[in-house]
């Protein structure tokens, strides 16, 4: 029989993050997560011992790319980091000095990718080693100008081949099953499910911007996410951003209400505060998650999976995969007309969606004499 895992405290850090322009401009931005995960641990751990720290998207390298529409391979050469490097090996120093995995994201390089970038959440252990990383499989669009694994999907499969640990990779560790993501994917339910279904039973997702925190979208898609695959989801949120190093007065970006939510859907901790530094800090039972999934007859929905009738909504595929493999990625502007306005066209000629009457459908060539991700033509 396998060992029982004590309760435990979780904290997700909402630290105020200062957008980088150059790489070692990061080292600023950890060691104020450093002051931060020092006062969240410190006084988390009065309840139970703090045994996992989740630092939100962008906390290291803000969003220089994005806001400013850079230049990607520019980006990749200038601010984007490696995986292990220097900054998870400051971040390594934090998970052995607070004895707790910690679960962090940033924008890397890949050896087998050159000139590209890939928007990374890894988790380091208490040894202060890298032990999970999982690249962003759905970037914020149309802003995002990182690479994810569909984006080079053959040399992507050849690499590391076509499984769940390919593209939902998972942590056995001492602490219970732990998943990570970030952001955006967690608005697409069969994102997290993936996680879910290669075991996962905590799963981090960092971050998600206005306006969809204030409108409700990130609670109901945390809480719903947690339900639907009987799981925790830790997820916290960005504190104000300093769109440069030199600006004088922050943005309230992210909006808040970090939380913690359990196996059932419930809150069981959040900070609703947006603005400075804070924190969350909740209790996270693994054997309770683990015996309400071997009892529950009715709120354990996944043992009930009609796979080959789901299966039937995935046959077609929607969005191009490869679509930077012979490529770099667009800027906004020629993202949009390329890409984003071919989608909804696609979607309403196969009719799923019916165009408005109010409106006229995106412009642009017809979609069976351009496959996106090809140069244009001179």
């Not at 993050?17 to 070692?24: A, N, Q, S």
């Not at 080292?27 to 006084?43: F, R, T």
């Not at 998650?289 to 796979?307: G, I, Q, V």
């Amino acid at each position: 029989m396998a060992k029982a895992i004590e309760a435990y405290t979780a904290v997700g850090i909402s630290p105020t993050v200062r957008g980088v322009l150059k790489r070692e401009q990061i080292k600023a931005n950890i060691e104020h997560l450093h002051e931060v995960c020092a006062g969240a641990c410190w006084l988390s751990s009065l309840a139970l011992p703090v045994k996992l720290i989740v630092i939100p998207e962008g906390a290291l390298q803000g969003f220089t790319d994005e806001v400013f529409d850079w230049d990607h391979e520019k980006y990749a050469d200038e601010i984007a980091i490696d995986i292990p490097g220097p900054e998870t090996d400051m971040l390594g120093k934090l998970a052995k000095e607070f004895n707790a995995y910690v679960v962090a994201t940033a924008k890397s390089r890949e050896p087998e990718f050159p000139g590209l970038f890939f928007n990374n959440v890894f988790m380091i252990s208490p040894r202060g080693k890298v032990v999970l990383r999982h690249r962003k499989n759905s970037p914020l669009f149309p802003v995002e100008h990182s690479v994810c694994p569909h984006d080079v999907w053959d040399k992507w499969v050849e690499i590391h081949g076509r499984s769940l640990d390919a593209f939902f990779p998972v942590a056995d560790a001492d602490i219970g099953k732990i998943g990570i993501c970030m952001a955006n994917e967690g608005s697409y339910p069969e994102l997290i499910r993936g996680l879910a279904m290669n075991g996962a039973e905590v799963i981090c997702r960092p971050a998600y911007p206005e306006p969809h925190v204030s409108n409700g979208a990130w609670e109901i898609q945390n809480r719903a996410r947690a339900l639907d695959n009987t799981c925790y989801v830790v997820a916290p949120n960005l504190g104000t951003y300093y769109l440069l190093p030199e600006s004088p007065l922050p943005v309230d970006t992210f909006g808040g209400h970090s939380m913690i939510v359990d196996y059932r859907g419930l809150i069981v901790a959040r900070h609703d505060y947006g603005a400075g530094s804070s924190y969350c800090g909740g209790v996270i039972d693994i054997e309770a998650l683990r015996e309400f999934r071997a009892r529950s007859p009715l709120m354990n929905w996944m043992k009930d999976l009609r796979t080959e009738v789901i299966s039937l909504i995935y046959e077609k595929p929607i969005y191009p995969k490869n679509l930077w493999l012979k490529r770099k990625p667009m800027r906004h502007a020629e993202y949009k007309a390329e890409v984003i306005d071919r989608q909804i066209r696609l979607m309403q000629e196969s009719g799923i969606f019916t165009p408005p009457a109010r409106r006229a459908a995106p412009q642009g060539r017809p979609i069976k004499k351009q496959k996106v991700g090809e140069k244009k033509p001179k």
